[in-house]
C-alpha cells in the first residue's frame, strides 16, 4: 500500500507489558521517518507474521489459555485488520507461520512442541482450515537447551515443490513434500553442526542457494539448494559476531535484499546485525560490517519495499530502529532508535 512513498507495515510482539497485539505503522521513505503506530489487533502473543503476496490476507501465531495456532485476518484498505478465523491445537503456540505465494497453504513451526503444522486456506475469504499435517520430530542435541526437538522455522522452497523446515533442537534442516491435500511427507534431512542451533532460512533470489542463521553458535551457513530431490549441501559457516566477543549472544533473523547482493542477521546480546556481502558466483559471504541496533535483544528486522531502508525491532528495550541502506556498499546509517513499541519481535511490510 502507497500512498506519498508511505509504506504499510505490521509488527507482532509479546504481549506482555503494555502489549495489546498486532501493531500497524506507516514508513515515510520521503522524510526517512516511522509515524502512525496504531494498534491492529488485540490477540496473545502474536510473536510472527506473514503477509499473502496479494496484500489480501495476514496471518499470525497467537495463543490463548492452554491453546497455540495460527490466526487468519483480512487486512482493509485502512490497513486495519479484520479476523476471519482461527485454528489452535491443545499446547503451546508456534513461533512462526507462513504462506505459500498462491495462498493455498499455511505452515507453522512449534518451538516447545517441536513440530511442523500444515492448513488448506479457503480461497473465498483467506479462513484457515483445521490442520491438515502435524509433524513431531524425534531427537535431541548436545546443547542442554537442545534437551528435544524445537521447530523454528518452515516455509516453501523457492520451486514451491517442497517445505524447509529448520530444527534447531536436533541441529537438522529438514525437507518436506506438500501433496495437494496438505500431507507432508518427509523428502530429506540435513545434519548440520552439532549444537549449533540453527534457526531461520532464507533464499537466494537465484534460487540456487540458501542462508541459515544459527541461534547458538552465531553463524551463517551457506547452503546450496538443490531443486530435483529437495536437497540441500553445505558450503560455508561463517561468524556473525567478532572475533573478540566472548559474552551471551543468540542470533536472531536472516535477511536478504532482492538484487542477491548483501545478508544481513540479527544478533541479540551482541546486539547489532552484521552485513555480509554475497559472492554471485559461489553464494558465499564475506563480512561487511556491524550496525548497532541501538537497543537490547533485536529479535527481527525488515527491509521496506524500496530496500533503501531497514526496520529493525528491539524486543526487550521496547523500540524500533530505522536506518537508511546503501544499495552499492549494503552498509546502513542510523535515522531514528527512539521509536517506543512494547515487546516488538516480527516485522512486515505489504508487498509492493
Given amino acids: ?27 515515510d521513505t520521503t ?52 479476523e476471519q478465523n482461527r485454528q489452535m491445537l491443545p499446547g503451546s503456540s508456534p ?28 480461497e473465498e475469504d483467506g479462513s484457515v482450515q483445521p490442520a491438515a499435517s502435524i509433524i513431531k520430530h524425534e531427537g ?17 522452497t523457492p520451486d514451491e515443490n517442497y517445505l524447509a523446515v529448520v530444527e534447531l533442537g536436533i541441529d537438522a534442516l529438514i525437507t518436506y513434500a506438500v501433496d ?30 540458501a542462508y541459515l542463521m544459527t541461534e547458538f553458535s552465531s553463524e551463517v551457513i551457506v547452503l546450496t539448494y538443490h531443486p530435483e530431490n529437495g536437497h540441500f549441501t553445505e558450503k560455508q559457516y561463517i561468524s556473525t559476531l567478532p572475533a573478540d566477543f566472548s559474552e551471551n549472544n543468540q542470533g536472531s533473523a536472516i535477511h536478504i535484499s ?15 546485525i552484521a552485513v555480509f556481502r554475497v559472492d554471485v558466483e559461489t553464494g558465499e ?13 533485536p529479535r527481527d528486522f525488515m527491509f ?4 533503501k531502508f531497514i526496520v529493525a525491532s528491539n524486543q526487550e528495550s521496547s523500540n524500533l530502529v530505522l536506518f537508511a541502506r546503501d544499495e552499492e556498499s549494503g552498509k546502513l546509517t542510523l535515522i531514528e532508535s527512539d521509536i517506543v513499541v512494547p515487546y516488538p519481535v516480527c516485522i512486515k511490510f505489504l508487498h509492493i
Fill in 258 to 272: 532482492s538484487d542477491g547482493r548483501f545478508v544481513y542477521a540479527g544478533n541479540r546480546g551482541h546486539n547489532s
Fill in 140 to 156: 535431541s542435541g548436545p546443547d542442554p537447551r537442545q534437551e528435544k526437538p524445537h521447530t523454528h522455522y518452515a516455509g516453501v
Fill in 285 to 297: 559471504l564475506s563480512f561487511v560490517e556491524h550496525t548497532s541496533t541501538e537497543g537490547d535483544w
Fill in 304 to 307: 521496506d519495499p524500496t530496500e
Fill in 31 to 82: 522524510e526517512g521517518r516511522i509515524a502512525d503506530i496504531n494498534e491492529a489487533a488485540q490477540l496473545e502473543n502474536p510473536t510472527y507474521l506473514t503477509i499473502s503476496k496479494d496484500n489480501r490476507y495476514l496471518y499470525s501465531v497467537a495463543k490463548k489459555g492452554e491453546e497455540g495456532g495460527v490466526v487468519a485476518f483480512s487486512i482493509e484498505g485502512d490497513g486495519t485488520l479484520t
Fill in 95 to 122: 513461533c512462526h507461520v507462513s504462506v505459500d505465494s498462491k495462498n493455498r497453504y499455511a505452515f507453522s513451526a512449534n518451538y516447545h512442541k517441536g513440530s511442523v503444522e500444515s492448513y488448506i486456506i479457503n
Fill in 1 to 27: 500500500m502507497t500512498n506519498n512513498q508511505k509504506y504499510t507495515g505490521y509488527i507482532g510482539t509479546y504481549t506482555k507489558g503494555d502489549s495489546k497485539g498486532i501493531y500497524s505503522f506507516t514508513l
Fill in 180 to 209: 495437494s491435500d496438505g500431507t507432508l511427507s518427509k523428502a530429506n534431512l540435513l545434519p548440520l553442526k552439532a549444537g549449533s542451533g540453527p534457526r531461520h532460512l532464507v533464499f537466494h533470489p537465484n534460487g540456487k542457494f
